[in-house]
C-alpha cells in the first residue's frame, strides 16, 4: 500500500534532547512537508522541501531542523532549543505545490 | 486577517441532516481548493479537490468554490455518526510553493 509513514506514534523528550521525528513515504513525492499541530490553531508548517537535497523555512522553524538526503524520507529533529515542543507532528507529502497532501497519522510529543 | 478563515465551530447536528461548511479568503490568486477530514489523533485525510469555480460531487460529499466572493463550501447529505471530526479546507495558487490551512471546524453528529 502506499502511503506515508511516521515513526514512533508517541515519543517523550527530555529537558536539553533532541529528538528526531521519522517521515518515509512510498508515493514517489517530490514535495514534503513538516507541520505542527496545537489545539485550536490548526497546522503550522515548519519546513518543506520541495526536491531532494534542497529545504526551506516555513512559518515556525526555529528550534528544528531536517534534512532531505532521499526523495523517501524528510527527518524532522526537535532541539533543545525548541522550548515548547509539546504537540501533534504532522509529516506529509505531495507530487508538486500544487497538489493535494497526503498525510502521515502523526507523532505526538511531549515533554518528561 | 487572515489569508483563510473558518469557523471553528463546534457544529452540532443530528444524524441525517445536510452539513454545510465553509471558508472565506482574502487572496484572489487561490486556484486549488481541498478539503481534508481530520479524526482524532490522527492525519488529515483529502475528501475533495477542485480547481478554480464550481461544483464537485463524490458520494454525499459536495464542494463548491464561488472566486467571485471568495468562499468555499463543503456540504455533506444524510451526515452520519462516523463524520464526526474535524474538517479543513486548504487552499493554494500558481507558482505557491505550500498550501494555505484553515484552522479547521468541528462537526458532531448525533444519533
Known amino acids: 500500500d502506499g502511503g506515508i509513514t511516521q515513526s514512533p506514534k508517541y515519543l517523550f523528550r527530555k529537558e536539553g534532547q533532541n529528538v528526531t521525528l521519522s517521515c518515509e513515504q512510498n508515493?514517489?513525492?517530490?514535495?514534503m512537508y513538516w507541520y505542527r499541530q496545537d489545539p485550536g490553531q490548526g497546522l503550522r508548517l515548519i519546513y518543506y522541501?520541495?526536491?531532494?537535497?534542497?529545504?526551506q523555512k516555513g512559518d515556525i522553524a526555529e528550534g528544528y531542523s531536517v534534512s532531505r538526503e532521499k526523495k523517501e524520507s524528510f527527518p524532522l529533529t526537535v532541539t533543545s532549543a525548541q522550548k515548547n515542543p509539546t504537540a501533534f507532528y504532522l509529516c506529509?507529502?505531495?507530487?508538486?505545490?500544487?497538489?493535494?497532501?497526503?498525510f502521515g497519522d502523526g507523532t505526538r510529543l511531549s515533554i518528561l | 486577517q487572515k489569508e483563510v478563515e473558518q469557523d471553528p465551530g463546534p457544529l452540532s447536528v443530528p444524524e441525517g441532516a445536510i452539513v454545510s461548511l465553509n471558508c472565506t479568503y482574502s487572496n484572489s490568486a487561490f486556484q486549488y481548493f481541498m478539503w481534508y477530514r481530520q479524526y482524532s489523533r490522527k492525519g488529515p485525510e483529502l475528501l475533495m479537490y477542485?480547481?478554480?469555480?464550481g461544483n464537485k460531487e463524490d458520494g454525499r460529499f459536495t464542494a463548491q468554490v464561488d472566486k467571485s466572493s471568495k468562499y468555499i463550501s463543503l456540504f455533506i447529505r444524510d451526515s452520519q455518526p462516523s463524520d464526526s471530526a474535524t474538517y479543513l479546507c486548504a487552499m493554494s495558487a500558481p507558482g505557491f510553493q505550500k498550501l494555505v490551512f484553515g484552522t479547521g471546524t468541528r462537526l458532531l453528529v448525533s444519533p
Open positions: 477542485t480547481y478554480s469555480s
Open positions: 506529509a507529502s505531495s507530487m508538486n505545490s500544487n497538489q493535494p497532501q497526503h
Open positions: 522541501s520541495q526536491i531532494v537535497n534542497d529545504f
Open positions: 508515493l514517489n513525492h517530490d514535495a
